[in-house]
């Protein structure tokens, strides 16, 4: 499977508590995204990378939200001191620079984030 | 920023009947257009996009959609669905060259067999 893979997929966890989450992009593909998307929206942009480079996070929701991708292949996203609002489908994007701007997300399955 | 709705939140059907799924978005520049679907238990798929050029687009599985730039519209349709286009559509922009894409709350189609 070549698809974008995140890790884990469903994790429950008490308000307080630190949790970190995983993406592997498309193989070579140079720009990845996360998003957040809650019952009833669509996904809302937080953060991208392209390589190694974060080049927007004033979408991160709050300074508890951080992201990294330190070798430009997998990303992590990290939520420090999780509140009940953080419950949420954490989703990741991966994609390749194209041309004149034109170029193509493809998602992955999600983490499904529930803060008791 | 853009900004993106979707007209319908819920579309039932039966099967064989039309499907028409309207987006509208709010940016005077420039954009890249897409739908997105996503099947119960499934992630989110590229169903088509556009970037340029002939203003109607062909995707998947009989999906089609047309760009009316004086509407700042990118309407999906198919002429007749089945019970497997039950799902989740998600109609997203991104301004060219602004990578992140903005999404309508989208609309859950039900397909009646």
């Known amino acids: 499977d070549t698809g974008v893979s995140q890790d884990p997929r469903h994790k429950i966890t008490k308000r307080g508590q630190n949790v970190t989450f995983r993406c592997d992009p498309i193989s070579e593909h140079n720009r990845l995204y996360w998003y957040r998307q809650t019952l009833g929206q669509g996904p809302e942009f937080l953060t991208y990378?392209?390589?190694?480079?974060?080049?927007?996070k004033s979408r991160l929701l709050s300074n508890r939200f951080s992201a990294e991708r330190p070798k430009g292949s997998f990303s992590t996203l990290e939520i420090q001191r999780t509140e009940q609002g953080d419950s949420a489908m954490y989703l990741c994007?991966?994609?390749?620079?194209?041309?004149?701007?034109?170029?193509?997300?493809?998602f992955g399955p999600g983490t499904r984030l529930l803060v008791l | 920023a853009q900004s993106v709705s979707q007209h319908n939140h819920h579309v039932i059907l039966s099967e064989a009947a039309s499907l028409e799924l309207g987006c509208n978005y709010s940016y005077g520049g420039t954009v890249n257009l897409f739908w997105y679907v996503q099947y119960p238990g499934q992630h989110l798929q590229l169903l088509l996009k556009y970037f340029s050029g002939d203003p109607l687009v062909k995707g998947i599985k009989g999906f089609e959609a047309e760009f009316i730039k004086s509407k700042f519209s990118f309407n999906l349709r198919k002429p007749s669905v089945q019970w497997s286009d039950t799902a989740e559509y998600f109609c997203a922009v991104n301004a060219r060259n602004d990578y992140k894409l903005s999404f309508g709350a989208g609309t859950t189609v039900t397909v009646r067999a």
């Open positions: 990378f392209q390589n190694e480079a974060q080049l927007e």
């Open positions: 994007a991966s994609s390749t620079t194209g041309g004149a701007g034109q170029e193509t997300q493809y």
